[in-house]
């Protein structure tokens, strides 16, 4: 895994994203390999975090509208540096037809989910740009001064019984913290 600035652009696809930023918001972008084989593939995160959102964008290789493909994702947010690990989680489906949800959590395994979060968020796929983008109010988040995220991706494989994952980096590592 390697964090970028995004000062240094040396990730062109964080930097074109972040170009459009509010000049009150923070992000990096954190490029991942392509290591997959599979069309949820996990290439890129760019997390912002501006004065009313914070919006994490995933960058995928041939990410497919097909249910067949499984493909599913889920962004875990840190928003409190004096507790370890995630506070919350925001998972859904990337094919068509599919829904998503912002849940509270304890952990990473899907044990420790909690309840749905109350507030304004919303999960978009662009086939296109082979992109997820996620925007979460900073309220529905309590609003953090900072924030990191750990990312997980998942598709099926296809045989159709095993399912390939993907983390951005090691699996539970999280990006460095962003500033409001």
């Known amino acids: 895994m390697r964090t970028t600035i995004l000062s240094a652009a040396t990730l062109s696809i964080a930097a074109l994203a972040l170009t459009q930023l509010p000049a009150n918001a923070d992000g990096i972008g954190v490029e991942d390999p392509q290591d997959l084989g599979h069309g949820v593939d996990l290439r890129s995160v760019v997390v912002e975090h501006g004065a009313r959102n914070v919006v994490v964008t995933t960058t995928h290789t041939d990410l497919q509208e097909s249910y067949l493909t499984g493909s599913s994702g889920a962004v875990f947010l ?30 990473f395994a899907t044990s420790k989910w909690g309840e749905p979060v109350e507030g304004s968020y919303r999960m978009k796929v662009d086939y296109d740009a082979e992109q997820v983008r996620m925007r979460i109010s900073r309220d529905a988040l309590g609003s953090p001064a ?9 598709g099926t494989r296809p045989n159709g019984k095993d399912t390939a994952r993907d983390w951005l980096g090691d699996p539970r590592s999280f990006t460095d913290w962003v500033a409001q």
């Open 146 to 154: 900072e924030v990191r995220v750990a990312v997980r991706v998942a």
């Open 78 to 107: 840190d928003t409190d540096p004096a507790d370890t690990g995630p506070e919350y989680v925001l998972s859904g489906g990337y094919f068509v037809g599919t829904d998503y949800i912002l849940l509270t959590t304890d952990g």
